[in-house]
Structures are given as structure tokens and as C-alpha cells.
């Protein structure tokens, strides 16, 4: 995972392996029960990242990129504390507290890539109906999703005068109805 999306390359020199994007469409996106992703190796300074994407099921997974040996001293130590707290959160009932803490130097990095939480409803996305989420789609709000609701979205996206179910089209929940949500809309209206 990098600031600008998930990694498309293979890093191994021998060429085996999974790119970060590779193994999101393989493995993870598909697999409703999968909510945290947690990876690493990445050379760089800054090397923190995090992002919340929508997994197929709609259910939010923490993808949280970590690696502290471009730091001083090749990382002094730093590590992640993960941290779940029910009860705790701002927005939902529950939080997934982040921290990154250096038991050599004994002191937290305090910046925004090294603490954050995020807020969450554990037992709904936890639950049995996690699994079963049904993330609509259904634009036009005929109660079915096919092709005609793909192509409402890009009529709207056309600038054209469509009147589309806005909560329903942007089916990856980022706030913002776009063409991706018209192909997510697409492959679910022909069973992908």
C-alpha cells in the first residue's frame, strides 16, 4: 500500500510474488470476514500509511501500512499497537485504537499516520450479517440491480438529468458517486 493506492508492482527481484493490488482483488476484497489488512516493507522515510476501503460485502476493511526501518537507527524499535475498544468510539459504538510506540526509546510517535482510530460498530461488523451485506447498487430504485442502474450513474456522471438514489449508487461508500461505483454497479447486476 502507498499514499497513491495500493501497490501494482512485484518488489522481488526474482519476480515471484503479489503486488499489493494483486492480492486486494485476489484475497482480500472478496472475503467479507477479512477487516484488517496489515502490511509492511516499504523503504521509505515516511513509511505510515492507513486507508479504510470497501471490501465486495461493503464491509469497511483497515488496510494500515507500517515500516520503520527508514527511520533513525533503522527504526529505534517502533511498533503498532492495535488496540479494540468497545464502548469507546465517537461516531460508533466501538473504536479500533492505532498507536505507534518505540519500547527502546520508551515514547510514542503522536503524528497523524502514527495514532488514529477508527470508529466502528463491532457486532454489525463482526455479525453474522457482515457477510451478507447487500451494499445496493439499486440506483433507480426498481428493486433490482442490472445494467440500467450502471447506466443511470453515467448519465449522471454525463451531466445529463438523471435522477439517481444517490445513497444507493455509491456503492463503494466513499462519499462520492463516480464511474467506479457505475462498474462495481455493473459487475454486481451480472452476478461478479
Known amino acids: 500500500m502507498r499514499a497513491a493506492g495500493r501497490s501494482t508492482d512485484v518488489d522481488e527481484v526474482n519476480g515471484d510474488g503479489n503486488s499489493g493490488e494483486a492480492i486486494w482483488n485476489s484475497l482480500v476484497s472478496p472475503n467479507a470476514q477479512i477487516f484488517m489488512v496489515l502490511c509492511g516493507h516499504s523503504?521509505?522515510?515516511?513509511g505510515e500509511y492507513h486507508q479504510v476501503s470497501q471490501n465486495e460485502a461493503c464491509g469497511s476493511v483497515y488496510e494500515l501500512l507500517a515500516n520503520y526501518q527508514g527511520e533513525d537507527e533503522r527504526g529505534e524499535g517502533y511498533l503498532r499497537r492495535i488496540e479494540f475498544r468497545p464502548g469507546e468510539g465517537a461516531?460508533?459504538?466501538?473504536r479500533i485504537q492505532v498507536r505507534t510506540y518505540s519500547p527502546v526509546l520508551d515514547e510514542y510517535m503522536t503524528d497523524d499516520n502514527?495514532?488514529?482510530?477508527?470508529?466502528v460498530d463491532f457486532d454489525t461488523r463482526f455479525g453474522a450479517s457482515a457477510f451478507d451485506t447487500d451494499c445496493s447498487g439499486d440506483a433507480d430504485g426498481d428493486g433490482d440491480i442490472d445494467t440500467e442502474d450502471s447506466e443511470l450513474v453515467q448519465r449522471r456522471l454525463a451531466d445529463e438529468d438523471a435522477?439517481?438514489?444517490?445513497?444507493?449508487?455509491?456503492?463503494?461508500?466513499?462519499?462520492?458517486?463516480?464511474?467506479?461505483?457505475?462498474?462495481?454497479?455493473?459487475?454486481?447486476?451480472?452476478?461478479?
Not at 523503504?43 to 515516511?46: F, G, K
Not at 502514527?114 to 470508529?119: G, I, K, L, V, Y
Open 43 to 46: 523503504w521509505r522515510r515516511d
Open 114 to 119: 502514527s495514532e488514529f482510530a477508527f470508529d
Open 163 to 192: 435522477d439517481v438514489d444517490t445513497d444507493a449508487a455509491d456503492i463503494d461508500d466513499d462519499g462520492d458517486v463516480d464511474i467506479g461505483d457505475a462498474v462495481r454497479i455493473r459487475n454486481k447486476g451480472r452476478g461478479y
Open 91 to 94: 461516531n460508533a459504538p466501538d
